[in-house]
């Protein structure tokens, strides 16, 4: 064979292979434990599967999709869209739509990044909430098991647990996923500055779809009857 011919054979193999070194180098977010009507980028998702950092998550409607990462899980709703990546800080989990949830154990980190900062557990205690995003400009962030903290770049509010907080904001871009995580997350006063409102709602505002998800979060995946 002609060195060219050898030449073009070695860039024609390595074409092959490529896409599948590429794919050996992306990190591994978490393992899809249930799902019905979701999704993973374009692909059906199905349990066992792998979910990469900043693959793009979702659900149809009447869907719900769980992630088991490392310190918990991470509960998507009926229509809902999502993120995750795990990071050198911790799990971050990014919110388009819908209502995405979680339930970290003691000491676990994992923070949902929403529009209006992020919202992560008390003191690293064991905790489990949600976050619903109805429209561009509003949120409600909910306490399920213990209590919550909104930090928007540094100034923080407590949400206790069994209570919901409604948040204002103006319609801004959100801080985006980013797959070179292990370089640098995104900054933690990614946010400051930015003017939200903050009004905390009387509990029985959110105690039924609050009760759903936390039912959902403390499942166990191999549970016969899910």
């Known amino acids: 064979m002609r060195p060219a011919a050898r030449y ?8 092959l292979f490529l896409p599948a070194a590429r794919a050996v180098e992306r990190k591994a977010a978490g393992v899809v434990s249930q799902t019905n009507l979701g999704r993973i980028d374009s692909a059906v998702a199905v349990a ?39 990071g050198l800080n911790g799990v971050d989990v990014y919110i388009d739509l819908g209502t ?8 676990g980190v994992i923070e949902l990044i929403t529009p209006a900062g992020r919202v992560r557990p008390l003191n690293g205690q064991e905790a489990s ?6 429209n561009p400009k509003e ?46 997350q995104q900054p933690k006063n990614a946010l400051q500055g930015r003017k939200i409102g ?3 709602i009387p509990a029985g505002a959110a105690a039924i779809p609050a009760i759903i998800l936390w039912k959902k979060l403390t499942e166990s995946p191999s549970d016969p009857s899910n």
Request: glycine share 12%.
């Open 139 to 184: 949120m409600v962030i909910t306490a399920i098991r213990g209590d919550l903290v909104l930090d928007n770049g540094g100034q923080t509010r407590t949400i206790p647990q069994g209570q919901s907080a409604k948040v204002t904001f103006d319609e801004l871009s959100e801080p985006a996923c980013r797959e070179d995580a292990g370089e640098n």
């Open 8 to 15: 073009c054979c070695a860039l024609f193999v390595a074409a």
């Open 100 to 107: 995405v949830g979680f339930s970290s154990m003691a000491g």
């Open 198 to 200: 903050f009004f905390l």
């Open 129 to 134: 909430g949600q976050v619903t995003i109805p």
């Open 48 to 86: 066992g599967a792998n979910v990469y950092n900043c693959d793009d998550l979702g659900t149809s409607d009447g869907g719900s999709m769980r992630v088991q990462v490392r310190s918990g899980q991470v509960y998507l709703a009926s229509a809902s869209e999502a993120q995750i990546q795990d």
